[in-house]
């Protein structure tokens, strides 16, 4: 199995709503990362778990809540967002190797589309 | 930030023409990738290249790597209507996390049939 999957496809949700993202891979990957998204704009990088501990957090608020309950599984968790977050949010793996052999070659999901009205 | 710059950033073309992508970057690398976003759509990694290299392939891709100057190209040969994306640089820092990449802004690519 080569594909990491992401549910739902699409979200739509209020300032004052909770919804949480989902991401899976089952390609034994040990580092998983969440990216967002908007329009006609690269990705960028919000999280990363390696071995199911945090190990990067671009800064991004607190409204964003990212759990790591399995090496196979990601949830993002979401909770007062404004509209200006509303974005295609991407989960991706990678194997981990140690230094420089890291290549780090990522596999993509399909990705959340949310709406934040 | 984002340092990648891709250039152009549209690009159209004819079928069965080639296209080619520029990247430069301003870091020394560890490595530095290339990946295709069909519109709307997850990213898919297309070829690596390693800082130590020069050129590779992979299929009617080729791919070089030039670290004096800090840029790369990706050539797509024989292009087909289904290459339609956007296609990214994604740079991995020498001596930086294992796991960020740095992502260019992207050229959009769009093949005519």
């Known amino acids: 199995d080569t594909e990491v999957t992401q549910t739902p496809k699409h979200l739509v949700m209020g300032m004052t709503n909770k919804k949480s993202l989902k991401c899976e891979q089952h390609?034994?990957?040990?580092?998983m990362y969440w990216y967002k998204q908007k329009a006609k704009k690269p990705p960028e990088l919000m999280f990363v778990?390696?071995?199911?501990?945090?190990?990067i957090n671009e800064s991004v608020p607190s409204r964003f809540s990212p759990e790591c309950p399995n090496s196979s599984l990601l949830n993002l968790h979401l909770h007062a967002l404004q509209p200006e977050d509303s974005a295609l949010y991407l989960c991706?793996?990678?194997?981990?190797?140690?230094?420089?052999?890291?290549?780090?070659?990522?596999?993509f999901g399909p990705g959340t589309r949310l709406t934040v009205l | 930030s984002q340092q990648g710059e891709e250039d152009p950033q549209a690009l159209s073309i004819q079928e069965g023409e080639n296209a080619t992508m520029n990247c430069s970057y301003k870091?020394?690398?560890?490595?530095l990738q290339w990946y295709r976003q069909n519109s709307g759509r997850g990213l898919v990694h297309l070829i690596l290249i390693r800082s130590n290299e020069r050129e590779k392939h992979s299929g009617r891709l080729r791919v070089t790597l030039d670290t004096s100057k800090k840029s790369s190209s990706l050539l797509i040969t024989a292009s087909r209507a289904a290459d339609t994306a956007s296609y990214f640089c994604?740079?991995?820092?020498?001596?930086?996390?294992?796991?960020?990449?740095?992502f260019g802004k992207g050229t959009l690519l769009t093949v005519n049939p």
């Open positions: 994604a740079k991995r820092d020498s001596g930086g996390s294992n796991y960020k990449l740095t």
């Open positions: 991706a793996s990678s194997q981990v190797y140690a230094g420089e052999r890291s290549y780090n070659e990522q596999f």
């Open positions: 778990y390696s071995y199911e501990k945090l190990s």
């Open positions: 870091t020394s690398i560890n490595n």
């Open positions: 390609m034994g990957h040990r580092a």
